[in-house]
Nanobody
Framework: VQLQACGGGLVQAGGSLRLSCAAS????????MGWYRQAPGKKRDLVAI???????NYADSVKGRFTISRDNAKNTVSLQMNSLKPEDTAVYYC?????????????WGRGTLVTVSS
């Protein structure tokens, strides 16, 4: 599985950005797609995930500001980020988790930098 993300950039606080990620390769019917982020000097943290059935989960810090969506036919996942804050600055990584009966397999994109200026 290969993931290609785009949409990062520089934005002022209060602004918006939209990240998109296209997955190619073998995507299982049961899977989870999502976004994680890693700020300088910090560990990679979950931002938002969405299952193949459409269930979502968000980090508390982004609830109400970010919206994750997916297109199962195109194997794409997007993250609409509104009301951005300087603390949202990080490298954002797209993730696909193929689920199977005995476990799962994780795939990661290269990451796209989001910088929010104050």
């Amino acid at each position: 599985v290969q993931l290609q993300a785009c949409g990062g950039g520089l934005v002022q606080a209060g602004g918006s950005l939209r990240l998109s990620c296209a997955a190619s390769g073998t995507i299982f019917s049961f899977n989870v797609m999502g976004w994680y982020r890693q700020a300088p000097g910090k560990k990679r943290d979950l931002v938002a995930i969405i299952t193949s059935g459409g269930s979502t989960n968000y980090a508390d810090s982004v609830k109400g500001r970010f919206t994750i969506s997916r297109d199962n036919a195109k194997n794409t996942v997007s993250l609409q980020m509104n009301s951005l804050k300087p603390e949202d600055t990080a490298v954002y990584y797209c993730n696909v988790k193929n689920l199977y009966s005995s476990g799962s397999s994780d795939y990661w994109g290269r990451g796209t930098l989001v910088t929010v200026s104050s």
